[in-house]
């Protein structure tokens, strides 16, 4: 069982920016690809980045593309996303993924454990 705790979440402001982490329990971890999902108050979970096993594939929503950089560091089994240039609208929780499989994906139900999440909140 893989235990994912994210961490970095925060209040900012308009424009600002914050670096969420999640550290897996598992050595296992590196072999894995990641994802980072959100889910907003009343809405449905959404796809954010999606990182291959060695970091070397990554994929965005349009939402973030050019404002968020998905890393991954396996001697430390963690995974960053660093948001920058933040908007009101991406308040929400959002929530560390682990794969069992080496390829990145964009498609929720395709990842197996999942952290507690971490709550971004965004003024204007």
């Known amino acids: 069982q893989v235990q994912l705790v994210e961490s970095g979440g925060g209040l900012v402001q308009a424009g600002g920016s914050l670096r969420l982490s999640c550290a897996a329990s598992?050595?296992?971890?590196?072999?894995?690809?990641m994802g980072w999902f959100r889910q907003a108050p009343g809405q449905k979970r959404e796809f954010v980045a999606a990182?291959?096993?060695?970091?070397?594939?990554?994929y965005y929503a349009d939402s973030v593309k050019d404002r968020f950089t998905f890393s991954k560091d396996n001697a430390k089994n963690t995974v960053y996303l660093q948001m920058n240039s933040l908007k009101p609208e991406d308040t929400a929780v959002y929530y560390c993924?682990?794969?069992?499989?080496?390829?990145?994906?964009?498609?929720?139900?395709?990842?197996?454990?999942w952290g507690q999440g971490t709550l971004v909140t965004v003024s204007s």
């Open positions: 990182i291959s096993w060695s970091g070397g594939t990554t």
């Open positions: 993924a682990a794969r069992t499989r080496p390829i990145a994906v964009r498609d929720a139900s395709a990842y197996n454990y």
């Open positions: 598992e050595r296992t971890f590196s072999s894995y690809a």
